[in-house]
């Protein structure tokens, strides 16, 4: 009875060990794919305001353009860190279309009592389904490395 109980006590200490190395494992992707998201958000924003300082757009072309690039930048942020990570790639991606759905959103109310319309919610569709789609293709490719270096 007792080695039972010991074994049990073992298990517990063993996955809280291996939840606190998860967690140390999160960061670094985490800080890399915030950087990639990062990076590929500013050149999104620079390409269209190139774009907006030469050829005459409406402004009503800014709200699609710039919800296209936070959506293309959430995939390259998801694609990056499932490319480090390897596993989860669809949750963790579309947890991170949700989390920066909502500091967009947030940001959004805070500068202009704005409001939350149907617009909105298809912006926070648009960032969660990228999110996840990078996730996705995050970790395919990162199983398709794994598989390359087997091989060698």
């Not at 960061?27 to 890399?32: G, K, R």
């Amino acid at each position: 009875m007792t080695t039972q109980i010991n074994s049990r006590v073992s298990r517990r200490i063993n996955v809280k060990k291996r939840g606190g190395e998860e967690l140390r494992n999160l960061a670094v992707p985490t800080l890399i794919s915030f950087a990639a998201g990062a990076a590929v958000l500013l050149g999104m924003i620079s390409v269209i305001a190139y774009i907006f300082s030469k050829i005459d757009l409406p402004l009503s072309m800014m709200v699609p353009l710039a919800t296209l690039s936070i959506s293309i930048a959430v995939f390259a942020a998801a694609l990056t860190f499932s490319s480090i990570y390897g596993r989860h790639g669809m949750l963790l991606g579309a947890l991170a279309g949700i989390v920066l759905f909502f500091a967009v959103c947030g940001t959004a109310v805070s500068v202009q009592a704005g409001e939350f319309t149907q617009l909105s919610v298809v912006k926070g569709l648009l960032m969660t389904v990228c999110g996840a789609l990078g996730g996705f293709f995050g970790v395919d490719r990162y199983q398709k490395q794994k598989q390359r270096k087997k091989r060698k």
